[in-house]
Each structure stands twice: as structure tokens, then as C-alpha cells.
């Protein structure tokens, strides 16, 4: 008589399948598996990298020996063997890429399962592209239309090799090479990501947009991005993540470093739908990322994310407020199901007078996940009158499923002002058979509950992503109520 | 319109309907009186298809089809609403979002494409005048920060915006002051008519002033224990409850 009981339905969760669990079939050039300074000799001479540039990943890698993974997340996972990954690992092209035809059909295929054409792209959204596979970037789109704007938007490598002024000014300002082992790991290794820069007074026309997809085995990824918003520049940045259905545990250590300069606003959204394992707990990604913004004066950064990938994820976008009256935000959705972990916040330091940052974060649990926000709002000696608030929400979903919020304050300014609240709920019968009894069927309703759970952070984010960010939570939680 | 065989149903091995039996005819109003504890608001929730509630004997027969072979959103789709005691709130979810989604559901059903903005928005207009439902109220998240009278009103106006063929009033009248009873009536009378049934829960006679019943019922321990005309409420409110529980006549 009733509607579907609870068993039904956690078996119904179970069954939802990863839409992106595909390999491409494509040559890819592909380093041994290990990690030591040949290893890193061979990536930065395959990428052709200035002498300095070799000196700073021999560095990174010396650190990063003497580190130790650390212990304190509220995560528990087999710590990967670094030696076991191969380091590199390119999709081989033939030729340099003159324009979007030239790119490997079967990369083009990749593109377009993952709904993400680049015609399409340029036709409809005019949102530019850059798309990186196995830490290599394979095309970008719109450059030209962009450059007429003096905004640089490239790859990595290859920005290494047309501005490497301004990558050696600004690479690893932010997140330093010691900063912590897996960004020291990355220093070492990384071998693509990118590279944006808006020049002074500029605001973007467009949305920016980076895909990255992990492909081949055995491989990790590891890119590196730096965005620099030049004074009073303005852009919005926007980054997604997937990856084959692997048994196997991938890692993804990724950097990423934004500078706003003097009045500038960079707004860096993420999608990130990594493959999370299977419903037994076996494969799927380690995302271990470091993201980390340095805020000049009066400028803001903005991180805004939806999580709902990644076997293990420990990750906190996090803002220096340096200059006075900068402004830090961070909205964010992380939703774990099965046996997904999440360890994951922000970091505000508050140095300069009258900064504010914002924290909005709605943690969602299903299955026998857990999921935990972090944060620290730290208010140094000299930020006069520096104001946080912040909101950590955790919805449950079923009985066997965790969610911690571990939020640290430290003031050290008796003029500041720190507002922390914290609720968790779990998600109701009522609510749900008041929608069956509206004639709105069990998915629809669980979509709308967790939509309108989250709608504080989804605002936040750019049309075309929203949407997107949307069905990936619905996906994701298809029938897991229990 | 809906007919009830001999029903028993329990919640955690307490029998609590203990075969009832009832026929509305299409285009009647009914109502069920009785004392707390007799049922009323188990049989608005069996007929609804609350999944803790367990019918363990009977049989319901809606408009020619199986009622209780219907999960709750199907009952809905097929023209079943239910008015809550205690609306329930949606943080997040506006309104009319609610609702698009509720009309969509139901029209999937009846194999029809979604609704237009243009139609959706006209239909709004009209059905919120019905219970004098201001923008704002219909603007904001489903019932969230709603007083109680805006909560029934809302009620009223989604039965409204749904068109149901049978609506289950359960306790509407509950919490409302004079006004908001008199708004809530209006609405409900305003969608009387020959193809539409309704089933007013109520502990109290007041209500009935303004919804005038062809039929009262008197529930007493899971049993329709007393039938008859509109004056039955009166003569309830007179003598109370106790004078039922007295054989009857």
C-alpha cells in the first residue's frame, strides 16, 4: 500500500551506475611508474621547461622526501604507493594543434561524452575551454578572442614557455613548494594545468572554464593552476572533474593558486565528479588538492563548489586575506554516499583591517558515508574590525552515514567579530510524503528537498553550472533515503 | 466517488481503524466527526498512503480502481489530495516551484506535456485570488516561516492549483482564527461541485457552519458508529461525544 520501503530504496542507490566511466582509447605517452629526480628530469625535458624552473621541482622533491603524509583528516584509506604511479601521461599528439579540428578524434569522443563539445561550447555558451587529460592540456579554446582582450589563457606548459615571467613571478606565491606534502608532491611532478591572467582594469567577458579528465591507468593527476587577476580585473573561473571506473585507487593531487591584485575579483567555481568507487568501497579517486588564494587590497575571491565525486577527498580552497578590506567567500555542497570520505573546508586568514569572509557549507551524507567540514577562521594581530560568518549545515540522509564539523577560531584582535553556526537534520519522511502526496514521485522529491537544502551555494554559481551541479546532486543521491 | 469496505488498519500492531465503512458519492460533501483518538486522522493518512500505516483487512475502492494498490503518489496523480494537519516545510523549495513540479507529475500521468510558464502563471493568479494568497506567500520557500492560517491557506490553495476529484480535509480548521476560517471555507465551497467530493475531518461543529456537509459521519474507536444529515453536528456539539458512545438508535 505504501509508497517504496526504505530497503527498496537503499537498494535502488546502490544500483545507480557512474555516468562517466569510460576509458578513451587513445595512445598516450606514458612515463614508468616511480618517483625519483630522473623521473622529474624526463617530465620537465618532454616539456621543454627552463633551467629554473627544473631547479624548483628538484627542490620540491627533496622536501617532499622529508614529509609525511599527514594523519590528522578524518579520513581512513590505504595510503597510496608512490612508486607504484607513472608520473606522465600524455595523450600523444602528432602535431602541434593549430585549431579545435586538429585535435585526436578520439579525444574529440571523450569531449563530447562527457557533454562538453567544444563547437558546442563556442556556439552556445561562449564559455572558453581548456581541457586537460592525464595532466596534459589538449586544447583551449576561444584564445584568440580572448588575447585581443590581453587575457592570457593557456595551459601550463605552455605558458611555461610564452610567459614565463609571470608563471616564475607568481608560481608557488600562494601554496609554497613546503607547504604541505601533497603540494610539495605536486611542485615535483605536476605536469600540466592552467594558466590564466587578466590584465589590469579587464573584466572577463566570459566564463573560463578548465575540464580535467584522469584516463590512463596506474597514473595519478597532478595539475597545476594559477589564476592572477591583475588590479581591478575581474573574472569568473570554472573547473570540472571526471574520471573512468577504475578498481583500482587513483590520486589526484592538485594545486591550484589564485592572486587577486589590487580591486580585483576572481570567482573559481568546481564541479568535481571524480569516479567515487563502488558501492562495495572499491576504487575510485583520491583528491588530494591544495587551493589556495591570496587576496590584495580591496579585491575578493570567491570559491564556490559542489563535491560529489572522489572516494576520498580532503581539500579546503582556502583565502589570505591580505590587503585591507579584501573579501573571502566559501560556498560549499559536498555530498557523500556509499563509502565515500570527505574531509573538507576553508581556511580564512584574516591579516589585513576590515577584511570579511563568508563561509556557507551544506554537507549532504547518504549510505555508510562520512562527511566532515573543517575550517579555520583565524584573525591575525593587525586585522582591526575583521568580520567571519559562518554556516556549517550537515544533512543525513540515512542512520549509517557520519557527519563532523571540526570549525577552529582564532582571534587574536579583540575588534573582530566571528559568528559561527552549525545545524544538522536529517532528511524527512514528512517532507518527502508530502511531496508523494502532491503527486511528486520519490526521486523528483528527494532532488527537490537536497536542491533546496543547498540553494544558498548552488546561487552561487554560474548559470550553465548550476544546472549541471543540480542533476549531479540528484544523480548522486538517487533514492538515498533510508 | 470512494467506497470503504470494512477497513482495519494498525500502526505498530495497534489496531486503530477496526472496519469502517463509508460510500461518498461524486459531488458530496462529508464529514467525519469524533473525539482525539477515535481515527480520524489515521483514516485521512490510510487513504493517503502514509507508508507506517499497515490496512490489514478491507477494501477501497477510488472512482473504479484499488486504492490501496497505489503507492501515495499515484493516489495523488489519480486525483486524491490530502489537506494536512500540520503542512509540512520545505526549506529552499519555493512554492511554486513545489507546485509546477506537483502539476507536472500529474500531468505526466495523464500522458500531457508539461505545463507552459504562460498557462502556469495564469492558472497562479487564479487560484491564489481563491484563497486570497498574496505574492509573497506564494513566492517564498513551501510553507517555511508560513503562520498557521498562511499554512492552511496554502493548503487550500494547492487543492486548488491540483483539482482534485476527492480532497481529504484533515482537521483544516485546527489553529485558524475567524478569518482564516472564513478565507479557508470560501476556497473549499468555491470548488464544490458535481464531479468533486470532499472529506472534512474535523473535531469541531464551527467549521461545518461554513462548509455545510450533505452527510455526518461520527467516528468512535475505528467505527463509523453514527450517520445522518447536517444536523448531526449540531446535535454532536450540543451533547458531546459521550452521548454517542450511548447504543445508537
Known sequence: MAYDGEDKILEEVTGKAYEFGFTTDIDSDKAPAGLNEDIIRLISAKKNEPDWLLEWRLNAFKVWTDMVEPEWPHLQYEKPDFQAISYYAAPKQKKELASMDDVDPELRKTMDKLGISLEEQKRLSGVAVDFVMDSVSVATSFKDKLAELGIIFCSMSEAVQEHPELVRKHLGTVVPVRDNFYAALNSAVFTDGSFCYIPKGVKCPMELSTYFRINESGTGQFERTLVVADESSYVSYLEGCTAPQRDENQLHAAVVELVALDGAEIKYSTVQNWYPGDEEGKGGVFNFVTKRGICHTRSKISWTQVETGSAVTWKYPSCILKGDDSVGEFYSVAVTNNFQQADTGTKMVHLGKRTRSTIISKGISAGKSQNSYRGLVQIMPNADKARNFSQCDSLLMTDQCGAHTFPYIETKNPTAQVEHEATTSKIGEDQIFYCLQRGIDEEQAISLIVNGYAKEVLNKLPMEFAVEAQKLLAISLEGSVG | ?249
Open chain 2, 1 to 249: 466517488m470512494l467506497t470503504i469496505k470494512n477497513l482495519h488498519a494498525q500502526v505498530e500492531d495497534t489496531p486503530i481503524l477496526n472496519g469502517l465503512n463509508l460510500e461518498i458519492g461524486p459531488g458530496e460533501v462529508h464529514a467525519i466527526m469524533g473525539p482525539n483518538g477515535s481515527g480520524k486522522s489515521t483514516l485521512a493518512s490510510v487513504l493517503a498512503g502514509r507508508e507506517d500505516y499497515e490496512v490489514t483487512q478491507g477494501s477501497v475502492d477510488f472512482d473504479g480502481t484499488d486504492l490501496l494498490d497505489m503507492d501515495a503518489s499515484e493516489r495523488a496523480r489519480d486525483g486524491l489530495f490530502l489537506a494536512f494537519q500540520y503542512p509540512v516545510e520545505i526549506p529552499g523549495v519555493s512554492n511554486l516551484n513545489f507546485m509546477k513540479a506537483a502539476i507536472n507529475g500529474k500531468r505526466e500521468h495523464q500522458g500531457l506535456e508539461p505545463i507552459s510558464a504562460k498557462d502556469f502563471l495564469a492558472l497562479v493568479k487564479e487560484k491564489s485570488a481563491l484563497v486570497e494568497l498574496a505574492g509573497r506567500l506564494r513566492d517564498r520557500s513551501v510553507n517555511e516561516g508560513f503562520s498557521g492560517g498562511e499554512k492552511k491557506r496554502n493548503e487550500i490553495f494547492q487543492m486548488a492549483m491540483l483539482e482534485p476529484k476527492l480532497a481529504i480535509l484533515d482537521e483544516t480548521d485546527s489553529g485558524l482564527d475567524i478569518d482564516a476560517l472564513r478565507i479557508v471555507s470560501q476556497g473549499v465551497n468555491a470548488m464544490r461541485d458535481a464531479g468533486r467530493s470532499f472529506l472534512v475531518i474535523t473535531h469541531y461543529q464551527r467549521l461545518l457552519d461554513h462548509i455545510v456537509p450533505d452527510f455526518v459521519h461520527v467516528l468512535s474507536e475505528g467505527q463509523i458508529v453514527k450517520s445522518g444529515p447536517k444536523e448531526l453536528a449540531l446535535e454532536l456539539e450540543e451533547k458531546g461525544y459521550d452521548w454517542i458512545k450511548e447504543p445508537a438508535v
